[in-house]
């Protein structure tokens, strides 16, 4: 074998492993325990903060980084870009941009209760403006900030070394407040997040001096301390029983809404304070959105006039506009934001959820170790110091033989043997006797020897009392505390207000009669019902809506503003809405587009409302196509509507929905057709079926006919049906005059549809006592009792009901369901003669 071979060989048994060093492991062990070692390492390492200095490591370097760079609140301000350097390149090796935006944020009065950095320049702003570049800002810490690190140098907190070695860093700072609670926090780590709300200072310490003095305290006496977190940007809480969960289980979800007053005189609501974390820029689009949505009513103009002194964000109202209402509005759709409580910290390197008390106790906890390990440091240099001035005054009592002792020695070494055998000094006295200066041998330095000898006697004494007696130790820290109160402590910016439920818009509006007019071209809108009176049979009625050039009136019917309709679109949906919602507009105004307010299809309109309250379950739906098929439909289908609507039936091509009934199941059909034709027919005939079905067919219609109407004979009450023509002509005759025969039969006459009375416009039922609104395609509303228009037989042409101008026609008419209001004096109706 060559010598290449045997190299080759020996080579390969090298890198041969030996079995012994060969383990087999479960692919899915191994990977649990590598993301749980990853996960760890981000929790620790990066997103959760410290329960004792509440800082995450990146701000705790950037804070020590700042303090070893001298960059404090009494030096000038340094490049943020040498902050940022010098923390990525001996404490914190992650990217710059993260180190400089955690920078920025505790620069940031909008973000922190207290910052703790002073910036200058462009630091971001509350309407999600970023920071500058770090080349152009500036900063070093806040006065507080400074606070933090107070006496790191006294041995208070463990270190630990950095990244490469090279140095060691605080494990953390000796925090001389409560940060974690003063400003909070908030991060997601590997499955998990903290979400930890700003306090108020001197709320906070005053709960810590209590603590102190009463450590069995529980969460509710520190909630007489600690009103409830006190956000940067001010605005208000909603409710008490938010704030104590929080406080008592770590978690919770507190109701933040914005400030704002209104004024009525003015016509405006001015937002002047926003929820803690909303973006305003954000905050003024989506109102303005809200509004050209139509979900905000009532709005003529938005402006953002915030400047540095404060926001101000001013939404001026129509002159119509109910300002109570707007605000509900706002409320409920954008001026109020949930804040998630998660009290989420580290307590000896493990997350936690902690209650109110426990972050305070852990708090005070780190404080009763900095103030004993300081003090505990202080004492020893005390000490050190005491026993050199010993020295001292004992080599001034001596002088004459020290000076002489240490000329006849030869060197120092043997100076500082000599004068700890003659005089018992130990090392470090000899040491520091030899060095003293002939000059401090003088009278007055032996005076000032003895003086500084007896006050460090006293610090000693003192510092052995703080470590030998816990109340001093309390006393300490209450006094740092209270220190820090006078000196940074501020009023609440955040109120706390009682939670009064939710205000519907309907506890805002008053209940008042309405009059709700609908076009063919989808226009809507509805009017106070003591815009029109009743006038006698013939009238013209007035005017009660400007149309378009090209619309018409399709349909008129009362209500109240507190009624939920259900309303119905001829393509057979079903919708749902409020009185409310409908826009309030005077007679001349045109209205709002139907799709402003209910979401259509193209080319949908409504074609019928009736009030919810009638819509029971043991009731039936009644439905009637132009085409005359006739659907029933139990109540129970359409317990719950959609915003975007529900199918009600299915249509053939070319079909629509013409006109609904409610029913209990046992009552007579009429329907009435466009050329004045009628069936009645049992209702037990129109068996109930689903919901999307089609339906079953009710009348045989002749060629160009169709149906207009839809009439339910109520047997326990005297009624009659009432015809009206589209020329103005209408007559009621009793339902007994109508023979009852089978379902898709072809009918009988019910009015004369010659030149004079025209086309069939609608048929309803009605009774002497019932008041009618009658409009015009041209929109002139008419108001008159049922009574006006006698009882006449089938197949009769009527009387004048309504006189019309020009080419005018009546579009439909409907009983009135509100109260009538006092008769006007009725205009002379032109001769009529009854057929």
């Known amino acids: 074998m060559s010598s290449d071979q045997n190299s080759t060989e020996e080579t390969a048994q090298m890198h041969r492993a030996p079995a012994a060093d060969i383990e087999d492991v479960r692919v899915e062990n191994e990977m649990e325990q590598a993301y749980i070692d990853y996960a760890m390492s981000v929790i620790v390492g990066r997103a959760l903060p410290d329960v004792r200095d509440g800082l995450k490591p990146v701000h705790r370097r950037i804070l020590y980084a700042m303090h070893e760079q001298g960059v404090t609140s009494g030096k000038s301000h340094r490049k943020s870009s040498s902050i940022v350097g010098e923390t990525m390149g001996n404490y914190h090796p992650h990217g710059d941009s993260a180190i400089y935006d955690s920078l920025a944020r505790m620069a940031q009065p909008f973000s922190m209760r207290h910052p703790l950095v002073d910036g200058q320049g462009n630091f971001g702003s509350i309407d999600g403006d970023s920071p500058a570049a770090m080349r152009y800002t500036e900063a070093r810490m806040d006065k507080l900030g400074e606070e933090m690190l107070e006496d790191i140098d006294l041995d208070t907190v463990n270190w630990e070394s950095n990244y490469d070695d090279r140095l060691e860093e605080p ?17 997601i780590a590997v499955g998990m997040s903290t979400n930890i709300p700003p306090h108020n200072l001197s709320e906070v310490i ?3 001096t209590h603590l102190i003095d009463n450590p069995d305290a529980t969460v509710d006496d520190l909630m007489n301390y600690v009103k409830g977190p006190d956000f940067p940007t001010g605005a208000k809480i909603v409710g008490y029983e938010s704030i104590e969960k929080a406080y008592k289980t770590g978690r919770g979800k507190l109701r933040v809404r914005a400030n704002f007053e209104s004024n009525p005189d003015e016509g405006e609501i001015v937002i002047t304070e926003i929820p803690f974390q909303q973006d305003k820029s954000k905050l003024v689009a989506r109102i303005a959105d809200l509004v050209n949505d139509g979900v905000v009513d009532g709005v003529r103009d938005l402006r953002d006039e915030s400047d540095k002194d404060g926001i101000r964000i001013v939404v001026e109202l129509k002159r119509d506009a109910l300002i109570d209402v707007v605000e509900n509005q706002l409320i409920d759709n954008v001026l109020e934001k949930t804040f998630g409580v998660i009290n989420l910290a580290l307590v000896d390197g493990q997350p936690k959820v902690l209650t109110l008390k426990e972050m305070l106790q852990h708090y005070l906890d780190h404080r009763v170790e900095v103030v004993t390990r300081r003090s505990q440091h202080l004492l020893d240099e005390a000490e050190q110091h005491a026993h050199i001035l010993e020295g001292r005054l004992t080599a001034v009592k001596n002088a004459e033989d020290i000076v002489e002792l240490i000329r006849n020695t030869e060197n120092r070494d043997a100076a500082i043997e000599s004068l700890q055998s003659e005089f018992e000094f130990s090392e470090s006295q000899a040491t520091h006797v030899v060095r003293m200066q002939l000059g401090s041998l003088t009278s007055m330095e032996s005076e000032d020897i003895q003086t500084d000898y007896e006050e460090t006697l006293e610090e000693i004494e003192r510092l052995e009392n703080i470590l030998e007696n816990e109340d001093e130790l309390f006393k300490v820290i209450k006094n740092e505390l209270e220190d820090i109160q006078s000196k940074y402590g501020e009023s609440r910016r955040t109120e706390i207000i009682p939670d009064t439920g939710n205000v519907s818009n309907e506890d805002l509006i008053p209940e008042e009669d309405i009059v709700v007019i609908m076009t063919e071209a989808g226009y809507l809108k509805r009017m106070n019902a003591d815009t029109f009176t009743s006038q006698s049979r013939g009238g013209k009625g007035v005017i009660g809506i400007n149309l378009r050039e090209g619309d018409t009136v399709s349909e008129v019917f009362t209500a109240s503003t507190h009624d939920r309709f259900l309303a119905f679109t001829n393509q057979g949906n079903i919708y749902s809405l409020k009185g409310y919602d409908l826009p309030d507009m005077g007679r001349m105004a045109r209205g709002s587009a139907v799709v402003n307010i209910l979401q259509l299809d193209d080319d ?14 043991d009731n039936y739906l009644l439905t009637v196509t132009k085409k005359g098929y006739v659907k029933k439909t139990q109540m129970d289908e359409f317990s719950k509507i959609y915003p975007s609507g529900l199918r009600a039936l299915t249509l053939e091509e070319d079909d629509e929905l013409v006109d609904i009934e409610v029913t209990n199941g046992e009552h007579n059909i009429l329907l009435a057709t466009d050329c004045g034709k009628s069936i009645k027919f049992d209702e037990t005939d129109v068996r109930p079926v689903g919901r999307t079905a089609r339906g079953v067919n009710g009348i045989r219609l002749e060629d160009e006919d169709y149906v207009t109407s839809l009439a339910v004979e109520n047997t326990d009450e005297d009624k009659s049906l009432l015809t009206i023509t589209q020329n103005g002509y209408g007559k009621r005759t009793p339902f007994s005059e109508y023979h009852t025969q089978s379902r898709y039969g072809k009918g009988a006459i019910d009015i004369q549809t010659d030149s004079r009375n025209g086309k069939v416009a ?18 002139q509303i008419m108001k008159i009792d049922a009574s006006e228009i006698n009882d006449v037989g089938r197949n009769t042409k009527g009387v004048r009901v309504m006189s019309l101008d020009g080419e005018d026609l009546v579009a439909s008419a409907s009983v009135n369901t509100i109260s009538t209001a006092e008769n006007e004096e009725p205009e002379e109706p032109e001769d009529n003669k009854d057929s």
């Open 762 to 779: 609608t048929a309803l039922s009605t009774c002497d006592e019932n008041e009618l609104m009658i409009v015009s395609k041209d929109g």
């Open 171 to 187: 494990d953390v700072l000796p925090a001389a407040f409560p940060n974690l609670l003063v400003n909070g926090s908030s991060g």
């Open 206 to 208: 005053d709960a810590l």
């Open 604 to 617: 949908e309109q409504l074609v019928a409302l009736h009030p919810e309250s009638e819509f029971e379950k």
